[in-house]
């Protein structure tokens, strides 16, 4: 999303030409390299529309057996940080009541998180992806955990109220084994709706091709959440087999894959007044 | 416990000698640096009594008000390693009921194992102290978590128990989440009762200071867990404040230690026949 993100101005440009791999080279030199540093500046300019074919990454076109998403809009993403502070203690001599065990209070926390979702809407996801336990090892009661919880929703307010929520179960846990939660909500953003002429546009290619298709919303970010904010923007989703994504086993059929281009060359050249749809 | 390991037999003196540090340095070459790689074979002689004195590294003591524990073994220990298998996937664009998530489980089983001691006997302790999640970043559903398990207990009978308990507990949290759980119960070091004349010895010596205490078990390893096997053994404890170890925090007042090395004087004394406790 780095390209969006510029031209859309979310991004420096200069932080994103500095930007390195884990081998120190930078986007600047690469470009140059490959012969993809260009003469136009990277920069918002009159634009009838953007539009994105991608494949889902989840699970619901597959499951409903339902050829194409029309993507609405992207979901709201809030990132937080919890660092939990127990005391660290030999796992031989240490009574369990005596315990203050930082893994204790970020295992209640994984299964609140678990917890919040249900609660709050069925649209909405919570992952605790990242948790590191200090000093991991065997016979020491960990006394210091850091770990992540990502909460994501079509609706701020449900975001909202998620983070609430997720802040009192932090606490109980954390009182009920006498270690010490820091919460650090650092990292948020806001629901992405599309435009619905455009979204309409998918719509109606998808009609057009006699294709079956859901509304539906993205719950992972793409460039069309940056490109959103300078043109009326929407999605089209194809199949992912078994939602997966970003592994080996990321699959989508060539006859999905025809009927998503397809869809999106006839909601183009509707956009661009090149072709009228029913 | 490297000196008492080869001493006892239980570990083989190439393979002390071998052990290096993470620089690579050898227990040879650093025994020989230092002066200390004596002419004397390393090995079981006819010997009257072992006895250690020892910070108790837990709270026991110091909670009761009481000067001395006199150790009559050390707990059985066993530890296990758990590998736990879900399914990857990407944190936003997978529904909640979809997910096989690895650290689900894990948090089930951390949960498991704090109260299992509670089920099978007040003197057990169990730890979950290593977790390690994959690929451990906040966007990413946890496909694969390694985690430990260390139960410890005075009694053989009651490790089983727990070992049974902790089978059916982890087999439970992965049929909830649809995760696949290995587990290697991999390492085991039976109880080690002490000799009852030794510790009644280290009593007497107890006595005869009017030093008060309480007999009591060892949660942690000792040297005295390896002589025990080639001669007679026990040990004294003195109190740690809060039951702290191995950390910056771990104290022991002088007068505590005083009192410890007087225990130990008497004892030896009487046991090598040099003085008679009454």
């Known amino acids: 999303m780095l390209g969006s993100g510029v031209m859309a101005g979310k991004i420096d440009l200069t932080d994103a ?9 930078s986007v600047r030199d690469e470009l140059e390299r490959i012969g993809y540093r260009g003469e136009m500046r990277c920069e918002p300019r009159p634009m009838r529309a953007y539009l994105e074919l991608h ?15 029309i993507v609405e809009g992207i979901v709201g993403i809030s990132w937080t940080r919890i660092t939990l502070e127990g005391i660290q203690d030999h796992a031989g001599p240490t009574p369990m009541r005596s315990r203050r065990d930082a893994l204790l209070t970020a295992a209640d926390i994984v299964r609140a998180v ?3 979702p249900r609660t709050v809407s069925r649209n909405m996801v919570g992952t605790v992806g990242a948790l590191t336990t ?18 994501r929703d079509p609706r701020a307010e449900n975001v909202e109220r998620a983070l609430e929520l ?14 010490v939660a820091t919460v650090e909500h650092y990292w948020r953003v806001p629901p992405t709706p599309f435009d619905p002429a455009v979204v309409h546009a998918c ?8 294709a079956s298709y859901m509304r539906m919303h993205s719950g992972a970010g793409h460039d069309a959440q940056y490109m959103a904010a300078i043109c009326p923007t929407a999605m089209i989703f194809v199949p992912s087999t078994q939602g997966r994504s970003h592994c080996e086993e990321e699959f989508t059929a060539m006859e999905s894959v025809e009927m998503g281009a397809n869809a999106l060359l006839l909601a183009a050249a509707e956009l661009a007044g090149e072709h009228e749809l029913g």
Chains 1, 2 share one sequence.
């Open 17 to 25: 030409y500095e930007l390195v791999d884990r081998d120190g080279r």
């Open 114 to 116: 678990r917890e919040i």
């Open 203 to 210: 719509e109606r290619a998808a009609n057009a091709l006699g």
């Open 55 to 69: 494949i889902e990454q989840g699970p619901l076109l597959e499951e409903a057996g339902i050829e194409l998403g």
């Open 134 to 151: 200090f000093p991991n090892i065997p016979n020491a009661i960990p006394g210091h955990v850091t770990m992540s919880v990502d909460l």
């Open 166 to 179: 997720l802040d009192e179960a932090v606490q109980a846990a954390a009182d009920r084994e006498g270690t």
